[in-house]
């Protein structure tokens, strides 16, 4: 008997030509994901199978499994020779801590097998209820746990009770590199979460404003950006000095556009990083309405600086949807830490809600916008996470 680990891939994208690109994409990122660890990786027609670990990192390739984009489940399963005294050697300890109601599932590839695979699950289910009966009842149709018994044609069994959800979505890579403007906020890094699951490389943009906002606050960012970048296997962070050009709007622009502005130049910097650095799109947190700068008037006006298309994963949820994946990804209480964002610094008693493009324009035109960004993208720090 020996351990495995079933690893399941969305079967949507495996139906069309393309099934084979996917599938290796993930199985590179899988590799990827368990680099310093001992295992082998085997293809089962569209499944993998991860074998040959230590029984000391189990516990840790199963982590580090649920946050690879494009596996759907995992299950982690034992391997035996098809013959009816071993599989039930299995099956009975798996059944130790289940209670309620169970059934066995036999899938019988292996038709040499002389028992079929519902005379095998029922002679397999009197087994256990002889052992655990006090515990457990049989249920066919609406079971509480599922024993599920998969005969391969190599005369190898495999046993599993457990499927456990992983992020689903598609490998990494599959749809392109987007660059997410992180903050350090509840939001953008679960935008950035949401984005990966697409199949969507993130590299990161962080406008910091030293000495208004410290290094704590910058530290934070590359705590989150460490959590995301497990997501995206792997993360560029670009932290790009704001000071300068948010001292500039300060000094010469309406007090009330501070936020509009400053968000217009967080996009064309953004948009540039991009560019140079094979971006294709800009991933916001924004949700419309949650806060004057995210009305549709300032989202229009932050948006007409670039043409690259910005995607914004949060626009229609609620506060607390938001904060429910971000409690799921970890991220939540790294982003409620106290700290000050670039947006706290400077910000105007009364923040334009609806700003009006044309005053943007004249009040805009008293910097020079060029040169400022020209400054800011020539001495950006680059971390690699
Ligand atoms: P978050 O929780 O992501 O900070 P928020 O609700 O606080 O979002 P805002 O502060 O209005 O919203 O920011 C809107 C979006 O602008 C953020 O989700 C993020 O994508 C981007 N953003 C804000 N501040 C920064 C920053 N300092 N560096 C990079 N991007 C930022
Ligand atoms: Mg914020």
Redesign the pocket.
């Known amino acids: 008997m020996k351990k495995i680990i079933i690893v399941r891939v969305c079967e949507i994208f495996l139906k069309g030509k393309n099934r084979f690109y996917f599938v290796n994409l993930l199985e590179e990122h899988i590799k990827k994901a368990l680099t310093g660890f001992k295992f082998n990786l085997s293809k089962l027609q569209m499944r993998f199978l991860v074998e040959d670990f230590l029984e000391s990192d189990y516990q840790k390739i199963v982590e580090k499994l649920k946050k690879v984009c494009g596996i759907h489940t995992i299950s982690p399963a034992v391997v035996v020779d098809s013959d009816y005294q071993k599989i039930k050697e299995c099956v009975i300890p798996m059944c130790e801590n289940l209670f309620g109601t169970f059934k066995i599932e036999t899938n019988r590839a292996d038709k040499s097998f002389p028992i079929p695979s519902v005379e095998l699950s029922r002679m397999l289910g009197g087994d256990v209820l002889s052992v655990y009966g006090k515990n457990l009842t049989v249920d066919v149709k609406k079971p509480e746990h599922v024993v599920k018994i998969d005969m391969r044609e190599n005369g190898k069994s495999l046993i599993y009770t457990q499927v456990i959800k992983c992020v689903g979505g598609m490998p990494i890579g599959s749809s392109g590199h987007g660059f997410l ?3 350090g ?4 890094p679960v ?1 950035g979460y949401m984005i990966c699951k697409r199949g969507m490389k993130l590299s990161s ?3 910091h404003s030293y000495p208004y906002t410290g290094e704590a606050a910058k530290e934070k960012v590359v705590t989150l950006g460490k959590m995301i970048s497990e997501y995206s296997a792997g993360m560029t962070l670009y932290v790009v000095k704001f000071t300068k050009i948010q001292e500039a709007i300060h000094e010469r622009c309406a007090e009330d556009l501070m936020i509009t502005m400053m968000r217009r130049f ?1 996009m064309r910097i953004t948009e540039r990083l991009a560019l140079k650095h094979g971006g294709q799109a800009i991933i ?3 949700s419309l309405g ?2 004057a ?2 009305t549709v008037e300032s989202i229009t006006s932050s948006n007409s600086v670039v043409s690259m298309p910005v995607f914004r994963p949060l626009i229609a949820f609620d506060k607390l949807e938001t904060i429910e994946i971000a409690e799921k990804i970890g991220t939540y209480e790294t982003s409620i830490l106290p700290y000050e ?3 706290t610094v400077f910000l105007p008693k009364y923040p334009a809600i609806k700003p009006k493009m044309d005053r943007i324009l004249k009040e805009e035109a008293r910097l020079d916008v060029e040169s400022l960004i020209e400054e800011a993208l020539s001495d950006v720090e680059i971390i690699h996470l």
């Open positions: 403007m992180l903050s906020g509840i939001d953008s935008a943009v962080h406008f967080m916001t947190g924004e949650q806060v700068s995210q964002d670039c947006c």
